[in-house]
């Protein structure tokens, strides 16, 4: 599951918890229309908000906005999707709606009857287990956190159906190094991302010296994205589409698709980068230079082709030199601007680029033919 890592859509980022069956619908159709189910985004992940109260045998019912979600599951598959949901190994969600605690295997075998694809396990009320029964000792509480989702794995594989399990618990307790023992496929690396260039780039940007725990089949997840949600310039945007598609992290948009411009599209479908973000070696991106506020990253690539991307965090335009033995290339270089959707010819050893505010230049090389 998951060689490649995971794209889709959220409700999250943009609707938070007013979400509803009809709304879920319009995005899974908008998904198609737009053309974004073809380039790759299949996943229609509802996150926390669907949640209604656990009756007196133990099932966990939705609330009244999602009157029959196994219909909604075969609507999302009908349309050649994936359907995603969310809940927590806690008591409740950090909105404080019934989770999965003490009924891990119940809403598992429920979650495979509806169709379910996905989950996203969400740590919220689970964090005042861990404080009242470890008290006070890290590691015993790390390893509460680490059974907790042991068992919601287990009870996923009991289920019999192929479940992708997405962790969400901020990053505590170095998650990378255990992720995949407890089957994860995905895992956050940090805080909630929110639509802004500072918190995006604590998310993107921090996770530098991470990129060795990802690979096929378990990612580094820096949260969804918020391309299209009206808090960043373009430039922004592009950083952070870019720095994503570098750290082979999962592109689950968390946009309203039945509203966005053609800067958004041009961002979210720009299949040159999406394939960068997809590439079947599945090596994520390390960073190689930083000055300051300039970073390079770079990506080796499928039949020894390379991605670079040159990030200017400086709020005014700025030179960045792109040496090739900084990036580790041998011999000469032709490069193609994956913004530009341009070749712009063989670079020399050193080459200067004029990169925007908060901007990024990103670049595909490969071996020129001789
Ligand atoms: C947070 C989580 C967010 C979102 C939210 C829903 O704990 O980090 O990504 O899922 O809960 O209430």
Redesign the pocket.
């Known amino acids: 599951m998951a060689a490649t890592p995971p794209m889709g859509w959220s409700t ?1 980022n943009h609707f ?2 007013d979400i509803s069956d009809a709304l879920v619908r319009r995005e899974a159709d908008a998904l198609v229309s737009s053309g974004m189910r073809d380039a790759g985004y299949v996943y229609v992940n509802i ?3 669907w949640q209604g109260y656990r009756d007196a045998q133990g099932v966990l019912h939705p609330n009244s906005n999602f009157p029959d979600m196994k219909a909604l599951g075969r609507y999302i598959h009908s349309k050649g999707l994936r359907f995603g949901i ?1 809940s ?1 190994p806690g008591p409740r ?3 404080g709606q019934p989770t999965s605690y003490g009924y891990e295997a119940q809403d598992a075998r429920m979650f495979a009857s509806w169709g379910v694809d996905f989950l ?1 396990y ?3 009320s689970f964090r005042d287990i861990m404080k009242e029964q470890s008290k006070g000792d890290v590691a015993k509480s790390d390893a509460l956190m680490k059974a907790a989702y042991e068992k919601m794995h287990e009870a996923l594989e009991a289920a019999g159906r192929p479940i992708l399990f997405s962790l ?1 618990q ?1 990053g505590w307790g170095e998650v990378w190094t255990w992720g995949p023992e407890v089957g994860a496929s995905m895992w ?1 690396t940090g ?2 991302i929110s639509d802004r260039y500072d918190s995006m780039s604590l998310n993107g940007f921090g996770q530098a010296g991470l990129e060795k725990f990802a690979g096929p089949g378990h990612w580094n997840d820096p ?2 994205l918020e391309v299209g949600n009206g808090g960043m310039t373009e430039d922004e945007q592009k950083t952070h589409f870019s720095l994503w598609a570098m750290m082979a992290a999962p592109l689950i948009a968390g946009n309203d698709l039945t509203q966005m411009s053609e800067q958004t599209r041009r961002i979210l479908l720009n299949r040159e980068i999406i394939a960068v973000d997809q590439d079947a070696l599945g090596r994520a991106a390390s960073r190689v230079f930083k000055a300051g506020p300039i970073e390079v990253w770079a990506r080796p690539l499928e039949g020894g082709a390379m991605a670079v991307a040159l990030f200017n965090r400086t709020t005014g335009a700025t030179r960045i030199t792109l040496r090739l033995k900084d990036v580790g290339w041998q011999g000469p270089a032709a490069a193609r601007d994956l913004w530009e959707h341009k070749g712009i010819g063989v670079l020399s050893p050193e080459t200067a680029f004029t990169v925007p505010a908060h901007g990024v230049t990103m670049l595909r090389l490969t071996h020129p033919e001789r």
């Open positions: 999250w938070h918890h996150d926390g908000g969310y927590g969600s950090c909105a996203k969400d740590l919220c969400c901020y956050r805080e909630d949260d969804f």
